[in-house]
């Protein structure tokens, strides 16, 4: 299975370095949107108290969100879904293919946002660099899971570039609440390790959670 | 439907006289528990000055009033939708018989 | 319809229209007076809406399993109760709060895990309505990972501070205070039975309606 996963990680790769759209778009979406954040709420030099951590993964769930809708519809213009589903590869093979191809992405535009958004609103967001990349990372991985599925359900659905964030969004809730939440306790001048424990803890269920079960449903809303 | 109408109008009159029973209602002396001394923040809300206690009767049947509309709101929903589906399925069960007949 | 659903129905409704003469007769809570009696709508009907929240949610684990569309029908109803019992609760639970606690919402545990419930079942409805053919599967989807999130909603807002009321208070309740809950427990749970098959028997017939139709097309 895994090898099938990685022909598809290999495939979205070639195809994404050849024309970089989805990766030019998305970055430059997710620093318009620091940007915008920026102008909003940054007053006299100074954005407010623990801002950058929600603006961070405020820009990230996004951008995330952005992502999915166009490799998907890109995959749906061309056809290539259909042809994977029919093609003799196990549809959880696929759907991890997938997801590994929208991580990459995502962390992507995450090593361009933490810096942007450390600087713009001078948070110290690189204090704990191996904290902030679990946080980073299990969160992360806990949106794509369940966006990867979604964005693949609503391939074929009517409305499909609004009903993803009416869909992900409330889902996702607990990935924002311990995302935020981590990354704030990480910008606070002592670090509480039990505080940051706990919300890695509560993500890395999230994910084991979320990735088992989109596996098992994958095929169930992928076959006619 | 004229028989669902009716019951729901004598529903909202019942409902009606009985919401407005309990608000109508003066609240009964109650026994009063002695405010211990260190607890002086604290005042139960029958021992507070008339002027600083909020109407309560308003958000009761603001409550109760919204309760029921939102009941009966999605029960006239179902049962108009309910009707108008047997009404269709009444009409394309005749055209198949009229159909199967020439 | 099947037989129960008349009397049962006419039962509910004479309970729902004496439940505030019931509701009437019950003491007055000594620390919260008049307003407190919102209590005896607002409890049933969060518990209606947990319900309906499990029936939507194994309902779609059927529907997926097995494909019959008798789940389906079952998971859309019960989605749709879960949105109207919903509302009532979060429409309910904030007026009570106003006078009890002095603010219309407070961002704890359980009012938050509520809303976003709530919202999820908002979107299963939005996903079957505007997802266009073959949205049953995905609403089913949904469904399931809805279910599958409650733990992790509670727990994640659970870090926040909580006012609500301790789950406690119901076994002590004296029995004054104790028969009309219990009376209104019930009858929003015949409402709740009641509504589910009346929705249920609307959407069998639309799907007879819809055979017939493509029966009349293949002639």
């Known amino acids: 299975m895994m090898r099938v996963a990685w022909l598809i990680l290999r495939k979205d790769l070639t195809v994404e370095v050849r024309s970089r759209e989805i990766a030019y778009t998305t970055l430059f979406f ?18 407010p108290e623990d801002g950058a951590a929600g603006i961070l993964w405020i820009a990230v769930m996004f951008a995330g969100n952005l992502a999915l809708g166009r490799t998907f519809e890109r995959e749906r213009q061309s056809e290539t879904l259909r042809a994977l589903l029919l093609a003799p590869a196990s549809r959880p093979a696929v759907y991890v293919g997938k997801l590994l191809g929208i991580l990459v992405l995502l962390f992507g535009t995450e090593l361009l946002l933490v810096p942007l958004v450390a600087l713009l609103f001078q948070a110290r967001l690189l204090a704990h660099p191996f904290w902030l990349i679990a946080i980073m990372t299990t969160g992360t991985v806990g949106f794509a899971a369940v966006g990867t599925l979604f ?22 809730v607990p990935v924002i609440i311990a995302g935020v939440r981590g990354t704030a306790t990480l910008l606070q001048p002592e670090l509480e390790t039990g505080i940051i424990r706990f919300w890695f803890a509560l993500l890395v269920t999230f994910d084991v959670v979320f990735v088992t079960l989109a596996l098992w449903t994958f095929e169930a809303v992928m076959t006619d | 439907m004229k028989m669902l109408k009716r019951w729901c109008a004598v529903l909202s009159l019942v409902l009606a006289c009985g919401v407005f029973s309990v608000a109508a209602q003066q609240p009964s002396p109650q026994p009063q528990p002695q405010p211990s001394q260190q607890n002086n923040d604290w005042i139960p809300i029958n021992q507070l000055p008339p002027q600083e206690q909020m109407a309560a009767a308003p958000l009761l049947i603001g409550a109760y009033v919204f309760v029921l509309v939102v009941l009966f709101a999605y029960v006239f929903r179902v049962a108009r939708r309910l009707q108008s589906v047997q009404q269709e399925l009444d009409r394309l069960g005749s055209t198949l018989k009229q159909g199967g007949r020439a | 319809m099947p037989k129960w659903f008349t009397p049962v129905a006419v039962m509910c409704g004479a309970m729902l229209a004496a439940s505030p003469l019931v509701i009437a007769s019950a003491d007055y809570e000594s620390t919260m007076g008049l307003v407190q009696k919102i209590f005896y709508y607002h409890m049933p009907s969060a518990w209606m809406f947990l319900i309906a929240a499990m029936v939507c949610g194994v309902a779609s684990i059927r529907f997926l399993a097995t494909g019959d569309p008798r789940h389906d029908r079952t998971a859309l109803a019960a989605g749709e109760l879960l949105v109207v019992f919903g509302l009532i609760t979060l429409v309910t639970g904030p007026l009570w709060a106003r006078k ?3 603010t219309f919402w407070i961002w704890d545990a359980r009012t938050t895990s509520s809303l976003v419930s709530w919202m999820i079942g908002c979107a299963y409805l939005i996903l079957r309505r505007y997802g266009g053919p073959g949205s049953e599967k995905l609403a089913a989807a949904l469904a399931l990972f809805g279910m599958a999130n409650v733990p992790f909603i509670y727990i994640s807002v659970n870090y926040w501070r909580t006012i609500h009321p301790a789950t406690t208070v119901v076994p002590k309740l004296p029995f004054t205070m104790g028969f009309p809950l219990w009376f209104c427990v019930t009858t929003f749970a015949l409402l709740f039975v009641v509504l589910l098959k009346l929705r249920v028997r609307v959407e069998e017939q639309q799907a007879q309606v819809d055979a017939l139709y493509l029966s009349l097309d293949e002639r």
Do not use: H, K, N
């Open chain 3, 100 to 102: 009890a606690w002095g």
């Open chain 1, 151 to 172: 964005a693949a359900m609503l391939v074929r659905a009517r409305s499909r570039d609004v009903l993803l964030p009416v869909l992900l969004y409330p889902i996702t």
């Open chain 1, 30 to 47: 997710a620093v318009s949107c620091v940007l915008v954040f920026a102008f909003a709420l940054v007053r006299e030099g100074r954005g």
